[in-house]
């Protein structure tokens, strides 16, 4: 497929370099799923604010879970509908 030529995404399905990227990035989420606890978000995030901030407060961190949590549910609302429209 070339990059210039009209897909659609049940065309992009059936391309296997898209199809193995899109794999690639379930498995990455799978994984996600697996290791994500409440403890290691506290933690990862405290690091983050450490190294863009500086200084790790509890306000800084809770604005940055939210912001987590919310980018989180944005793409798990985008997927639960990918695929759905045209498709009965």
């Keep these: 497929m070339t990059s ?4 659609t995404a049940v ?12 794999t690639v ?12 606890t409440p403890e290691r978000f ?7 604010v450490a190294a ?4 790790v407060t509890a306000e800084r961190v809770v604005e940055r879970l939210q912001a987590t949590a919310a980018a989180g549910k944005a793409l798990a609302a985008e997927l639960h509908w990918a695929g759905r ?3 009965a």
């Excluded at 506290?42 to 983050?48: E, P, T, Y």
């Design 42 to 48: 506290i933690h990862l995030v405290a690091q983050q």
């Design 52 to 55: 863009n901030d500086g200084q």
């Design 85 to 87: 429209e045209g498709r």
């Design 11 to 22: 065309s992009l399905e059936k391309d296997g370099a898209v199809h193995a990227l899109a």
């Design 4 to 7: 210039h030529s009209p897909v």
């Design 25 to 36: 990035c379930a498995q990455v989420m799978r994984e996600v799923a697996v290791s994500a």
